[in-house]
T-cell receptor, first 113, second 116 residues
Framework: GESVGLHLPTLSVQEGDNSIINCAYS??????FIWYKQESGKGPQFIID?????DKRQGQRVTVLLNKTVKHLSLQIAATQPGDSAVYFC????????????FGKGTHLIIQP | DTAVSQTPKYLVTQMGNDKSIKCEQN?????MYWYKQDSKKFLKIMFS???????INETVPNRFSPKSPDKAHLNLHINSLELGDSAVYFC???????????????FGEGSWLTVV
C-alpha cells in the first residue's frame, strides 16, 4: 500500500487567505520529505523540503511542518494568490540510494477570487 | 533552458504498437528516473537508473524498458502498447546518492500517452 497520503483531495480558499495542506505518512524510516506543486499540463515543481531532524522550515510564503510523533506533514501557504492554484504532492524518501520518492495522492488547491 | 526535457509531449498510438519517449537532462545529474502518473494524478516510480544500477519497480511490466545511451539521457521504450498504458510519463533526475536536502529530484514536463 501507499505509505504517504493526504487528508483532503480538494481545498478551496479565498485569494489572500492562508491555506494549509496536510499529509500523513506511515513509514517511520522516512528521513526526508518534499512538497511539490504541479500546475495543469506541467511536471511537479519543487517547493520546499524538510529533513526528519527538523520540525519546521520556512521558505518564501511557504512553511513546512513535520510532526514525527503522529507522522504528519503540512504545507502552509501564506496570502494565497491565483498562481498558487495547482495540485500539491507530499513525497518521502527513506534514503539509501537511487530509490526515488514515494508520492502521496495530491491535493487540488483552488484559489477563489 | 529546460533542465529536464522530454519528447514527445503528446503521443497518440494504437494498441500493439511500440513507442519510445526520450528524456534529456542538462543538470549534470547522474541518476535519472521515470514516473507514471495515472488519471487520478497518482505518481508512481517506474525506474531509477545511474551508470551502475538499474532499479525496477516490480509492478512495471517487462514491456517497459529504459535505455540510457549516456548519463544525460534515459529513454523509455514501450512494446506492445495496451489501453492501460495511457497515462502521463515523467522523466526526472538527481545526483546519485541519498535524495536529501540539496539533492532533490527535478522533473520534466511530462509526456501524455494515449493508447487507442
Amino acid at each position: 500500500g501507499e505509505s504517504v497520503g493526504l487528508h483532503l483531495p480538494t481545498l478551496s480558499v479565498q485569494e489572500g487567505d492562508n491555506s494549509i495542506i496536510n499529509c500523513a505518512y506511515s513509514n517511520s524510516a522516512s528521513d526526508y520529505f518534499i512538497w511539490y506543486k504541479q500546475e495543469s499540463g506541467k511536471g511537479p515543481q519543487f517547493i520546499i523540503d524538510i529533513r526528519s531532524n527538523m520540525d519546521k522550515r520556512q521558505g518564501q510564503r511557504v512553511t513546512v511542518l513535520l510532526n514525527k510523533t503522529v507522522k504528519h506533514l503540512s504545507l502552509q501557504i501564506a496570502a494565497t494568490q491565483p498562481g498558487d492554484s495547482a495540485v500539491y504532492f507530499c513525497a518521502e524518501n527513506v534514503g539509501g540510494g537511487a530509490d526515488g520518492l514515494t508520492f502521496g495522492k495530491g491535493t487540488h488547491l483552488i484559489i477563489q477570487p | 533552458d529546460t533542465a529536464v526535457s522530454q519528447t514527445p509531449k503528446y503521443l497518440v498510438t494504437q494498441m500493439g504498437n511500440d513507442k519510445s519517449i526520450k528524456c534529456e537532462q542538462n543538470l549534470g545529474h547522474d541518476t535519472m528516473y521515470w514516473y507514471k502518473q495515472d488519471s487520478k494524478k497518482f505518481l508512481k516510480i517506474m525506474f531509477s537508473y545511474n551508470n551502475k544500477e538499474l532499479i525496477i519497480n516490480e509492478t512495471v511490466p517487462n514491456r517497459f524498458s529504459p535505455k540510457s545511451p549516456d548519463k544525460a539521457h534515459l529513454n523509455l521504450h514501450i512494446n506492445s502498447l495496451e489501453l492501460g498504458d495511457s497515462a502521463v510519463y515523467f522523466c526526472a533526475s538527481s545526483h546519485t546518492g541519498t535524495v536529501s536536502s540539496g539533492n532533490t529530484i527535478y522533473f520534466g514536463e511530462g509526456s501524455w500517452l494515449t493508447v487507442v
